[in-house]
Protein backbone atom coordinates (compact mmCIF):
# COMPACT_ATOMS: atom_id res chain seq x y z
CA UNK A 1 0.00 0.00 0.00
CA UNK A 2 1.49 3.29 -1.10
CA UNK A 3 1.58 5.89 1.48
CA UNK A 4 1.64 8.74 -1.14
CA UNK A 5 -1.89 10.48 -1.44
CA UNK A 6 -3.31 9.72 -4.68
CA UNK A 7 -4.63 12.66 -6.69
CA UNK A 8 -8.17 13.07 -5.17
CA UNK A 9 -6.43 13.13 -1.77
CA UNK A 10 -4.12 15.62 -3.07
CA UNK A 11 -7.65 17.78 -3.84
CA UNK A 12 -8.57 17.23 -0.80
CA UNK A 13 -5.83 18.75 0.70
CA UNK A 14 -5.67 21.65 -1.20
CA UNK A 15 -2.17 21.61 -2.99
CA UNK A 16 -1.48 21.92 -6.18
CA UNK A 17 1.70 23.56 -7.76
CA UNK A 18 1.46 27.15 -6.82
CA UNK A 19 2.41 26.12 -3.49
CA UNK A 20 5.58 24.95 -4.70
CA UNK A 21 8.11 27.26 -2.85
CA UNK A 22 11.93 28.06 -4.65
CA UNK A 23 14.40 29.96 -3.32
CA UNK A 24 15.54 32.98 -5.48
CA UNK A 25 18.86 33.28 -6.39
CA UNK A 26 20.38 35.85 -4.34
CA UNK A 27 23.01 36.79 -6.87
CA UNK A 28 21.01 37.12 -9.91
CA UNK A 29 18.23 36.70 -11.50
CA UNK A 30 19.45 34.18 -14.44
CA UNK A 31 21.49 30.79 -13.30
CA UNK A 32 25.41 31.50 -13.10
CA UNK A 33 26.92 29.75 -15.62
CA UNK A 34 30.88 29.38 -16.91
CA UNK A 35 30.23 30.10 -19.92
CA UNK A 36 31.71 34.11 -20.90
CA UNK A 37 31.13 36.17 -23.63
CA UNK A 38 32.70 36.06 -26.97
CA UNK A 39 33.63 40.06 -27.15
CA UNK A 40 33.46 39.40 -30.72
CA UNK A 41 33.48 43.47 -30.83
CA UNK A 42 36.59 43.65 -28.59
CA UNK A 43 38.79 46.40 -29.86
CA UNK A 44 42.64 45.80 -29.88
CA UNK A 45 45.02 48.28 -28.01
CA UNK A 46 47.80 48.83 -26.82
CA UNK A 47 48.52 49.18 -22.86
CA UNK A 48 50.81 51.70 -22.53
CA UNK A 49 50.84 51.99 -19.13
CA UNK A 50 49.36 50.76 -15.16
CA UNK A 51 48.57 52.79 -12.24
CA UNK A 52 46.61 51.46 -9.01
CA UNK A 53 44.82 49.00 -10.79
CA UNK A 54 43.48 51.09 -13.89
CA UNK A 55 45.25 50.85 -17.13
CA UNK A 56 46.02 53.06 -20.51
CA UNK A 57 45.34 51.84 -23.21
CA UNK A 58 46.14 53.62 -26.78
CA UNK A 59 42.93 52.59 -29.01
CA UNK A 60 43.17 52.59 -32.86
CA UNK A 61 47.19 52.66 -32.50
CA UNK A 62 48.15 54.51 -36.07
CA UNK A 63 45.07 55.73 -36.97
CA UNK A 64 44.13 59.56 -37.51
CA UNK A 65 41.80 59.05 -34.29
CA UNK A 66 44.02 56.87 -31.87
CA UNK A 67 42.81 57.65 -28.34
CA UNK A 68 44.01 56.95 -24.93
CA UNK A 69 41.13 54.99 -22.64
CA UNK A 70 41.09 54.19 -19.34
CA UNK A 71 40.51 50.38 -18.68
CA UNK A 72 39.91 47.77 -15.78
CA UNK A 73 40.91 43.94 -16.15
CA UNK A 74 37.60 41.92 -16.02
CA UNK A 75 37.35 39.27 -13.30
CA UNK A 76 38.15 36.60 -15.33
CA UNK A 77 41.60 37.97 -16.08
CA UNK A 78 42.28 38.81 -12.44
CA UNK A 79 45.08 36.28 -12.48
CA UNK A 80 46.32 37.18 -15.75
CA UNK A 81 49.16 39.86 -15.49
CA UNK A 82 48.22 42.42 -17.59
CA UNK A 83 51.85 44.88 -18.48
CA UNK A 84 52.91 47.27 -20.92
CA UNK A 85 53.60 46.73 -23.91
CA UNK A 86 50.13 44.18 -24.13
CA UNK A 87 47.99 43.68 -26.89
CA UNK A 88 44.54 43.98 -24.87
CA UNK A 89 40.89 43.36 -26.19
CA UNK A 90 39.11 45.51 -25.31
CA UNK A 91 35.35 46.42 -24.94
CA UNK A 92 33.23 49.11 -23.34
CA UNK A 93 33.29 52.82 -23.97
CA UNK A 94 36.53 53.51 -25.93
CA UNK A 95 35.47 57.40 -26.80
CA UNK A 96 38.62 58.12 -23.99
CA UNK A 97 36.18 60.85 -23.05
CA UNK A 98 37.01 62.05 -19.18
CA UNK A 99 35.28 59.76 -16.83
CA UNK A 100 34.69 56.96 -18.84
CA UNK A 101 36.22 53.64 -18.44
CA UNK A 102 36.58 50.29 -21.13
CA UNK A 103 37.39 47.01 -19.90
CA UNK A 104 40.29 44.47 -20.99
CA UNK A 105 38.09 41.37 -22.16
CA UNK A 106 41.57 39.42 -22.79
CA UNK A 107 45.34 39.73 -23.98
CA UNK A 108 46.51 39.04 -27.67
CA UNK A 109 49.37 36.21 -27.68
CA UNK A 110 52.45 37.66 -27.05
CA UNK A 111 55.79 37.42 -28.98
CA UNK A 112 58.16 37.82 -26.53
CA UNK A 113 58.27 38.45 -22.79
CA UNK A 114 61.09 40.39 -20.92
CA UNK A 115 61.23 38.89 -17.46
CA UNK A 116 63.14 38.61 -13.69
CA UNK A 117 63.47 36.96 -10.66
CA UNK A 118 63.41 38.45 -7.21
CA UNK A 119 67.06 36.18 -6.98
CA UNK A 120 68.98 33.31 -9.01
CA UNK A 121 67.10 30.52 -6.82
CA UNK A 122 63.18 31.84 -7.05
CA UNK A 123 62.36 30.69 -10.22
CA UNK A 124 58.72 32.88 -9.76
CA UNK A 125 59.09 35.71 -12.54
CA UNK A 126 57.86 39.02 -12.33
CA UNK A 127 57.15 40.33 -16.29
CA UNK A 128 58.55 43.30 -16.74
CA UNK A 129 57.19 44.16 -20.20
CA UNK A 130 55.78 42.54 -23.55
CA UNK A 131 56.19 42.37 -26.88
CA UNK A 132 59.43 44.23 -27.00
CA UNK A 133 61.73 43.50 -29.68
CA UNK A 134 64.59 45.06 -28.42
CA UNK A 135 66.29 46.06 -24.68
CA UNK A 136 68.84 48.74 -24.90
CA UNK A 137 70.83 48.80 -21.47
CA UNK A 138 71.86 52.36 -20.23
CA UNK A 139 75.24 52.21 -18.36
CA UNK A 140 77.67 55.13 -17.19
CA UNK A 141 81.28 55.27 -17.45
CA UNK A 142 81.53 56.97 -14.25
CA UNK A 143 79.20 58.29 -11.45
CA UNK A 144 78.12 55.26 -10.65
CA UNK A 145 80.89 53.14 -11.63
CA UNK A 146 79.85 50.78 -14.60
CA UNK A 147 78.79 47.10 -13.67
CA UNK A 148 79.22 44.59 -15.60
CA UNK A 149 78.12 41.83 -13.38
CA UNK A 150 74.58 43.54 -13.54
CA UNK A 151 74.98 44.41 -17.66
CA UNK A 152 75.41 40.45 -17.92
CA UNK A 153 72.36 39.90 -16.46
CA UNK A 154 70.58 42.03 -18.62
CA UNK A 155 71.98 40.38 -21.65
CA UNK A 156 71.20 37.01 -20.38
CA UNK A 157 67.37 38.24 -19.86
CA UNK A 158 67.34 39.32 -23.38
CA UNK A 159 68.64 36.91 -25.12
CA UNK A 160 66.39 33.91 -23.09
CA UNK A 161 63.70 36.88 -24.26
CA UNK A 162 64.63 36.59 -27.88
CA UNK A 163 65.64 40.40 -27.50
CA UNK A 164 68.19 42.27 -29.64
CA UNK A 165 70.23 43.87 -26.95
CA UNK A 166 72.00 46.94 -27.95
CA UNK A 167 73.85 49.26 -25.12
CA UNK A 168 74.34 53.45 -24.85
CA UNK A 169 77.47 54.09 -22.53
CA UNK A 170 76.60 57.63 -20.75
CA UNK A 171 79.43 60.21 -19.45
CA UNK A 172 82.19 59.40 -21.54
CA UNK A 173 84.18 62.53 -20.44
CA UNK A 174 84.49 61.42 -17.24
CA UNK A 175 86.05 58.05 -17.67
CA UNK A 176 87.11 56.44 -21.00
CA UNK A 177 84.62 53.15 -21.14
CA UNK A 178 87.01 50.90 -23.09
CA UNK A 179 87.70 48.58 -20.52
CA UNK A 180 84.50 48.21 -19.92
CA UNK A 181 83.35 47.54 -23.03
CA UNK A 182 86.22 44.77 -23.53
CA UNK A 183 84.07 42.43 -21.36
CA UNK A 184 81.40 42.23 -24.42
CA UNK A 185 83.78 42.09 -27.36
CA UNK A 186 82.21 38.87 -28.08
CA UNK A 187 78.48 38.74 -28.24
CA UNK A 188 77.22 38.85 -31.17
CA UNK A 189 74.61 41.54 -32.14
CA UNK A 190 75.79 44.40 -29.43
CA UNK A 191 75.63 47.95 -31.05
CA UNK A 192 76.72 49.83 -28.93
CA UNK A 193 76.47 53.78 -28.77
CA UNK A 194 78.92 56.34 -26.37
CA UNK A 195 78.11 60.01 -25.33
CA UNK A 196 79.44 62.45 -23.07
CA UNK A 197 77.42 63.62 -20.38
CA UNK A 198 75.08 66.17 -22.77
CA UNK A 199 75.67 64.84 -25.99
CA UNK A 200 73.85 61.54 -26.57
CA UNK A 201 73.81 60.64 -29.94
CA UNK A 202 70.55 60.93 -30.09
CA UNK A 203 69.68 60.91 -33.86
CA UNK A 204 71.86 57.29 -34.32
CA UNK A 205 69.89 55.97 -31.02
CA UNK A 206 67.13 57.17 -33.24
CA UNK A 207 67.41 55.69 -36.19
CA UNK A 208 67.94 51.92 -34.48
CA UNK A 209 64.44 52.65 -32.25
CA UNK A 210 62.06 53.13 -35.29
CA UNK A 211 59.81 50.07 -36.11
CA UNK A 212 60.56 48.82 -33.04
CA UNK A 213 59.31 47.89 -29.39
CA UNK A 214 62.38 48.88 -27.11
CA UNK A 215 62.73 48.86 -23.42
CA UNK A 216 65.36 51.17 -21.77
CA UNK A 217 66.90 49.19 -18.69
CA UNK A 218 69.51 50.14 -16.33
CA UNK A 219 71.03 51.08 -12.68
CA UNK A 220 69.73 53.65 -10.64
CA UNK A 221 71.65 57.58 -11.84
CA UNK A 222 73.13 56.33 -15.19
CA UNK A 223 70.96 58.96 -17.04
CA UNK A 224 68.26 56.69 -18.53
CA UNK A 225 65.32 59.14 -17.70
CA UNK A 226 67.68 62.44 -19.40
CA UNK A 227 67.72 60.05 -22.36
CA UNK A 228 64.25 59.27 -22.66
CA UNK A 229 63.40 62.93 -22.28
CA UNK A 230 65.66 63.82 -25.11
CA UNK A 231 64.16 61.06 -27.56
CA UNK A 232 60.78 61.99 -26.57
CA UNK A 233 60.20 65.69 -25.33
CA UNK A 234 56.85 65.06 -23.79
CA UNK A 235 58.19 62.20 -21.75
CA UNK A 236 58.40 64.35 -18.35
CA UNK A 237 60.07 61.31 -17.00
CA UNK A 238 61.48 62.41 -13.24
CA UNK A 239 65.47 62.85 -13.36
CA UNK A 240 67.50 62.54 -10.32
CA UNK A 241 71.11 62.82 -9.39
CA UNK A 242 73.84 60.33 -7.75
CA UNK A 243 74.81 60.58 -4.01
CA UNK A 244 78.61 61.22 -3.26
CA UNK A 245 78.63 59.68 -0.75
CA UNK A 246 77.72 56.05 -1.94
CA UNK A 247 78.06 56.13 -5.38
CA UNK A 248 74.57 55.37 -5.70
CA UNK A 249 71.52 56.98 -7.73
CA UNK A 250 68.20 57.98 -6.71
CA UNK A 251 65.50 55.60 -7.94
CA UNK A 252 63.22 58.11 -9.94
CA UNK A 253 60.80 56.52 -12.44
CA UNK A 254 58.95 54.42 -10.55
CA UNK A 255 56.35 52.91 -12.73
CA UNK A 256 57.24 50.86 -16.32
CA UNK A 257 55.70 53.46 -19.18
CA UNK A 258 55.68 53.17 -23.39
CA UNK A 259 56.23 56.13 -25.01
CA UNK A 260 55.86 56.49 -28.54
CA UNK A 261 59.07 57.73 -30.57
CA UNK A 262 58.80 60.31 -33.38
CA UNK A 263 61.87 60.61 -35.48
CA UNK A 264 62.61 62.16 -38.94
CA UNK A 265 62.69 58.34 -40.39
CA UNK A 266 59.30 57.36 -38.72
CA UNK A 267 58.27 56.29 -35.40
CA UNK A 268 58.79 53.53 -32.47
CA UNK A 269 57.85 52.90 -29.00
CA UNK A 270 60.19 53.71 -26.18
CA UNK A 271 59.37 51.43 -22.70
CA UNK A 272 60.90 53.11 -19.63
CA UNK A 273 61.69 50.88 -16.57
CA UNK A 274 62.26 52.01 -12.92
CA UNK A 275 66.35 51.68 -12.13
CA UNK A 276 66.68 48.57 -10.52
CA UNK A 277 69.89 47.58 -8.68
CA UNK A 278 69.51 43.45 -8.87
CA UNK A 279 68.22 41.74 -11.74
CA UNK A 280 67.37 38.00 -11.02
CA UNK A 281 68.04 35.41 -12.99
CA UNK A 282 66.21 31.88 -11.61
CA UNK A 283 63.33 31.76 -14.52
CA UNK A 284 65.86 31.48 -17.38
CA UNK A 285 67.06 28.37 -19.13
CA UNK A 286 70.93 28.39 -20.05
CA UNK A 287 70.43 26.44 -22.57
CA UNK A 288 68.92 29.77 -24.34
CA UNK A 289 71.81 31.48 -24.10
CA UNK A 290 74.61 29.18 -25.40
CA UNK A 291 72.27 29.35 -28.28
CA UNK A 292 72.67 33.13 -29.27
CA UNK A 293 76.31 31.90 -29.75
CA UNK A 294 75.39 30.04 -32.52
CA UNK A 295 79.26 28.69 -33.73
CA UNK A 296 79.85 27.90 -30.32
CA UNK A 297 77.06 26.07 -29.98
CA UNK A 298 78.14 24.02 -32.87
CA UNK A 299 81.65 23.26 -30.93
CA UNK A 300 80.06 22.97 -27.46
CA UNK A 301 77.65 19.99 -28.98
CA UNK A 302 80.72 17.80 -28.37
CA UNK A 303 81.02 18.79 -24.65
CA UNK A 304 80.61 16.01 -22.31
CA UNK A 305 77.27 15.69 -21.36
CA UNK A 306 76.59 18.41 -18.62
CA UNK A 307 79.09 20.06 -19.10
CA UNK A 308 79.08 23.98 -17.51
CA UNK A 309 81.21 25.13 -20.27
CA UNK A 310 82.91 27.43 -17.20
CA UNK A 311 86.97 27.61 -17.74
CA UNK A 312 87.50 25.06 -14.90
CA UNK A 313 85.08 22.60 -16.94
CA UNK A 314 86.72 19.10 -17.21
CA UNK A 315 87.24 17.97 -21.03
CA UNK A 316 84.87 21.13 -22.49
CA UNK A 317 85.23 21.95 -26.02
CA UNK A 318 85.30 25.54 -26.20
CA UNK A 319 87.99 25.63 -23.84
CA UNK A 320 90.28 23.14 -26.00
CA UNK A 321 89.44 25.41 -29.25
CA UNK A 322 90.36 28.18 -27.44
CA UNK A 323 93.88 26.31 -26.58
CA UNK A 324 93.94 25.40 -30.50
CA UNK A 325 93.55 28.50 -31.64
CA UNK A 326 90.53 27.14 -33.36
CA UNK A 327 88.18 30.14 -31.39
CA UNK A 328 89.05 33.57 -30.14
CA UNK A 329 89.58 33.73 -26.18
CA UNK A 330 87.85 37.04 -26.24
CA UNK A 331 84.67 35.58 -27.60
CA UNK A 332 84.40 32.47 -25.43
CA UNK A 333 85.14 34.58 -22.60
CA UNK A 334 81.95 36.06 -23.04
CA UNK A 335 79.76 33.31 -22.97
CA UNK A 336 81.43 32.27 -20.42
CA UNK A 337 80.83 35.66 -17.93
CA UNK A 338 77.24 35.05 -19.09
CA UNK A 339 76.93 31.09 -18.20
CA UNK A 340 78.89 32.18 -14.71
CA UNK A 341 75.44 33.54 -13.71
CA UNK A 342 74.69 29.70 -13.38
CA UNK A 343 76.93 27.74 -11.88
CA UNK A 344 75.29 27.60 -8.60
CA UNK A 345 71.99 26.55 -10.41
CA UNK A 346 71.10 22.90 -10.21
CA UNK A 347 67.62 22.63 -11.91
CA UNK A 348 68.96 22.05 -14.99
Known amino acids: MSWLPDDDEDDDLGFDETDVRVRPNPKANRPRTKRRPAHEDAT ?52 GQEGTLARI ?25 ANADQMLVVVAAADPEPRPRLVDRYLVAALDAGVRPLMVVTKTDLADPGPFLAHFDGLDDLRVFTSARDEPPLEAIGEALVGHSTVFVGHSGVGKSTLVNALVPSAGRATGHVNEVTGRGRHTSSSTVSLRYQGPGGSGWVIDTPGV ?72
Do not use: M, W
Not at 120 to 125: G, Y
Open 44 to 95: IARVLGVDRGRYAVLVDEDAPDERQVTATRARELRRTPIVTGDRARVVGDTT
Open 105 to 129: VGIEERTSLLRRSADDTDQVERVIV
Open 277 to 348: RSFGLGHVDPTNILRAYRDLGAVADECPRGCTHLPDAPDCALNEAVEEGRLSASRVDSLQRLLETFKDRTDY
